[in-house]
């Protein structure tokens, strides 16, 4: 039915398909495939071929925690000066499967029930990297500024209607700077600023909905920040910090132990 | 830059496979883009966005040593011989998937001017400039590319 036409092979057919072609080119294979069948079923086969792959290939819808992520950096990359390609990458692959392990298996540190559905835990640590990051864009990081925990836990009553534990870390090397609220997931939080040399430490926190475990969960990086979430039986908390793992991991585990005091689920953490 | 955030996901999504590497290399490219380039001065940012997204995507292909990454030709060309629906002029389901699976199978040169191309729309010289190749080296990988998609299209009873 068709003969053979060398053309029909030519990589400029696909352009031609592809409506790329103008001038000479273009009237020359206009020309052509008016006479030629094979090149004519050539262009259809090619736009065949383009109306399958559109309805086949999937294209991929960002989610709402990565537009967060996007539109912060649009907004303020000075935030993330000093970020290094391989430090973003590299222990987030470790780390971001550790953490979606425990997230399913819960059990890794004995936490049972700590860890949040998936997606909320996603959500809520997307807005505990934004707001930290807000704080440090406007500078506004303290409402109440005091190194002493005698002041900063009173200022909090009449604004929450919970009393937040102000663990005092000046002993442990995270001096305090002072707190403020924030609107976190839904709800008022206390937030609490600790400093280390020229790292500064946003955590949050509020009563968790049930009672449970006390512990922490690996860090997580976000947007180059690390983020660790535990509990302490009674309250839920969330710790950011451009501080590497291993000291923000320090940094929790300090907090835990005084923030912990006095709940029997926390003894020996 | 946020309208193009969904064709740049798209892109490195189909360039690493993964979703969680392309949301990474997409957050990465977008800090470099604001970062290093001062701004987008030109007339065509999602050209421009693209040529980083891909310049990232490779630079991690690169360090995670994913070169080799090959398909198995056999896995495109199953065909189920029984299946003779005449119904044409729908892809089905089967056919759809095939070619998704073929498209991830192609080697990273061919894949990106085929997503650029097919779902994306660039321009012959829009992929051209974000590969960093002369047209005519596109529009060759193109055909080389629809060639191998062509023919998991015939096993599959498309074409006549």
């Known amino acids: ?269 | 830059m946020l309208p193009h955030l969904a064709a740049a996901l798209t892109l490195a999504r189909y360039l690493l496979h993964e979703m969680a590497d392309a949301e990474d290399a997409v957050q990465e490219a977008y800090l470099q883009a604001v970062r290093h380039f001062g701004g987008f001065r030109g007339e065509n940012a999602r050209a421009w966005l693209l040529t980083i997204v891909r310049r990232v995507c490779y630079a991690w292909t690169e360090r995670e040593r994913r070169f080799a990454w090959t398909p198995e030709p056999e896995e495109v060309a199953q065909v189920p011989t029984a299946d003779d629906d005449p119904e044409t002029s729908l892809v089905r389901r089967e056919t759809q998937e095939q070619l998704a699976r073929a498209v991830d199978g192609l080697p990273l040169p061919f894949r990106e001017v085929i997503v650029m191309r097919e779902i994306q729309q660039l321009s012959y010289k829009e992929i051209a400039a974000v590969t960093g190749v002369p047209v005519g080296t596109v529009m060759s990988r193109l055909a080389r590319a629809r060639g191998r998609l062509q023919r998991v299209l015939e096993a599959q009873g498309m074409e006549r």
């Open chain 1, 1 to 269: 039915m068709t003969g053979p036409c060398r053309h029909a092979t030519e990589p400029e057919l696909g352009a031609f398909a592809d409506g790329q072609l103008d001038g000479a080119p273009l009237q020359w294979w206009d020309d052509h495939v008016r006479t030629c069948v094979r090149c004519r079923d050539e262009v259809g086969r090619i736009r065949t071929l383009g109306a399958a792959l559109r309805s086949s290939l999937p294209t991929s819808e960002p989610s709402s925690a990565l537009r967060d992520s996007i539109r912060q950096i649009v907004r303020a990359p000075a935030a993330f000066e000093g970020e290094r390609l391989s430090r973003r990458w590299s222990p987030r692959r470790a780390w971001g499967s550790g953490i979606a392990a425990l997230l399913l298996v819960g059990a890794g540190f004995g936490l049972g029930r700590l860890a949040s559905p998936r997606g909320s835990g996603e959500d809520t640590m997307a807005q505990v990297v934004d707001a930290h990051l807000r704080a440090l864009q406007v500078d506004h990081l303290v409402d109440v500024v005091s190194t002493d925990h005698h002041v900063v836990k009173p200022w909090f009553a009449g604004k929450l209607d919970f009393s937040p534990p102000v663990p005092d870390l000046a002993a442990d090397g995270f001096p305090m700077l002072g707190g403020r609220t924030e609107y976190l997931d839904g709800r008022a939080v206390a937030a609490l600023v600790y400093e280390r040399g020229p790292h500064r430490v946003n955590l949050f926190t509020w009563p968790a909905g049930s009672a449970g475990a006390c512990g922490q969960e690996p860090p997580a990086v976000r947007l180059g920040l690390n983020v660790v979430h535990g509990r302490t039986g009674a309250m839920e908390f969330w710790a950011v910090s451009d501080l590497n793992p291993g000291e923000l991991r320090q940094f929790v585990s300090d907090w835990l132990r005084e923030a912990g005091k006095g709940d029997g689920r926390c003894v020996g953490v």
